[in-house]
T-cell receptor, first 114, second 113 residues
Framework: DAGITQSPRHKVTETGTPVTLRCHQT?????MYWYRQDPGHGLRLIHY???????DKGEVSDGYSVSRSKTEDFLLTLESATSSQTSVYFC?????????????FGSGTQLSVL | AQSVTQLGSHVSVSEGALVLLRCNYS??????LFWYVQYPNQGLQLLLK??????LVKGINGFEAEFKKSETSFHLTKPSAHMSDAAEYFC???????????FGTGTRLLVSP
């Protein structure tokens, strides 16, 4: 267990409303990631962070923003949710030991946009 | 750029039978290759990874995978399936830039008694 907590675990919202998902880690890892998982697409990277206030876009970043004001928290915001953003969202951290690196995932947030 | 193709969205085996999940990759640089497993309502867990050392990689729960450069493949195998192996399995590839990890679309393994 890499000490990753995602909140909320489930969220139902309406089209056009803002939504923020939170990822919290307890082990001070530098890299954090947000993925979305959809049937037939596997996991796709939305955004990632390599330090406080340091973020970069992934493969499917349109419609999403992120913030990282503290090492332990990485927030994903949907400014105006759309039905195409209905998905399961996973946060991950990477744990590095020398040249070895592993990703650890949270339990996911199921988001439904109606 | 990297990509992976997982052949078969569903694979069914009987308990005790060989498990073979197929993954082919494309990479413009020497790849790092990974297999992850996802149990229902959980995040992904790392099964094993290839990082240019031994071509036969052993992972957790009796799984192993062999890197074959000539075939651009990294198939996952287990000699004898157990009911608890039923899950979804994802192959993934990255270059040295680990932040660009690319996942396949997944293969759901079904194990029947």
């Amino acid at each position: 267990d890499a000490g990753i907590t995602q909140s909320p675990r489930h969220k139902v919202t309406e089209t056009g409303t803002p939504v923020t998902l939170r990822c919290h880690q307890t082990e001070n890892h530098r890299y954090m990631y947000w993925y979305r998982q959809d049937p037939g697409h596997g996991l796709r990277l939305i955004h990632y962070s390599y330090g406080v206030k340091d973020t970069d876009k992934g493969e499917v970043s349109d419609g999403y923003s992120v913030s990282r004001s503290k090492t332990e928290d990485f927030l994903l915001t949907l400014e105006s949710a759309t039905s195409s953003q209905t998905s399961v969202y996973f946060c991950a951290i990477s744990e590095r030991s020398g040249r070895d690196e592993k990703l650890f995932f949270g339990s996911g947030t199921q988001l439904s946009v109606l | 750029a990297q990509s992976v193709t997982q052949l078969g969205s569903h694979v069914s085996v009987s308990e005790g039978a060989l498990v073979l999940l197929r993954c082919n990759y494309s990479s413009s640089v020497p790849p790092y290759l990974f297999w992850y497993v996802q149990y229902p309502n959980q995040g992904l867990q790392l099964l094993l990874k290839y990082t240019s050392a031994a071509t036969l990689v052993k992972g957790i729960n009796g799984f192993e995978a062999e890197f074959k450069k000539s075939e651009t493949s990294f198939h996952l195998t287990k000699p004898s399936a157990h009911m608890s192996d039923a899950a979804e399995y994802f192959c993934a590839v990255s270059g040295h830039d680990f932040q660009k990890l690319v996942f396949g679309t997944g293969t759901r393994l079904l194990v029947s008694p």
